[in-house]
């Protein structure tokens, strides 16, 4: 079993939708990022979360420790938001970082 | 445009060669991470550099090396190389090398014929 799990692995949604991802974790961590992967491979780091939620523009990030699970929300969901979404943890500063497979979302017009 | 830098963008070589990733991280970060993307595995974590020391280790083979430099930039040498190996290879880096935010590079991909 992967340490780090994600759902769905693909998603397809109309445009306006409201999206949610989940990420689902085994170990104990300090932090957890959600990533962004654009269809031309570049990486964007969206939040770096270590309790609670944070909100950035139509993205809300969530996560909970004590069940070990995080949600990525996207609200209005547009076709620019058509990427690859990837949830990784680490225990602390000086462990390895554990990257989820990814969540492949594709937002129709 | 994150501000972390990665030559070159492409490379192409042949199996049992060595090749050298360069990554100059955004002004002002001390910790500068690589990290290896392959169809198969996905994203891995390599190896992480603070301010010219290895802080963290992940699944980094023998055969792959790394060091950050005094001027904080950071090289990824990879030797004997395999079919295997051909993957997109990130560099990130952040301000302190704790839990914070990290800004990536464009990658350099890497085909290994």
């Known amino acids: 079993k992967n340490e780090v799990e994600q759902s769905p692995q693909n998603l397809t949604a109309q445009e306006g939708e409201f999206i949610t991802i989940n990420c689902s974790y085994s170990?104990?961590?300090?932090?957890l990022h959600w990533l962004q992967q654009h269809p031309g491979g570049g990486i964007v780091s969206l939040f770096m979360?270590?309790?609670g939620k944070k909100k950035h523009g139509r993205l809300i990030a969530t996560i909970n420790i004590q069940e070990k699970h995080s949600s990525l929300h996207i609200t209005a969901s547009h076709p620019r938001d058509s990427a690859v979404y990837i949830c990784?943890?680490?225990?602390?500063?000086?462990?390895?970082?554990?990257f989820g497979p990814g969540t492949s979302l594709s937002v129709i017009p | 445009d994150s501000g972390v830098t990665q030559t070159p963008k492409h490379l192409i070589t042949a199996t049992g060669q060595r090749v050298t990733l360069r990554c100059s991280p955004r002004?002002?970060?001390?910790?500068v991470y690589w990290y290896q993307q392959s169809l198969d595995q996905g994203l891995q974590f390599l190896i992480q550099?603070?301010?010219?020391?290895?802080?963290a280790k992940g699944n980094i083979l023998e055969r792959f090396s790394a060091q950050q430099f005094p001027d904080l930039h950071s090289e990824l040498n990879l030797s004997s190389l395999e079919l295997g190996d051909s993957a997109l290879y990130f560099c990130?880096?952040?301000?302190?090398?704790?839990?914070?935010?990290?800004?990536f590079g464009p990658g350099t991909r890497l085909l290994v014929l």
């Open positions: 990130a880096s952040s301000r302190q090398g704790g839990l914070e935010t990290q800004y």
């Open positions: 170990v104990g961590i300090s932090a």
């Open positions: 979360l270590s309790s």
């Open positions: 990784a943890v680490r225990k602390t500063s000086y462990d390895k970082v554990i």
């Open positions: 002004s002002g970060d001390l910790s």
């Open positions: 550099y603070y301010n010219g020391e290895e802080r």
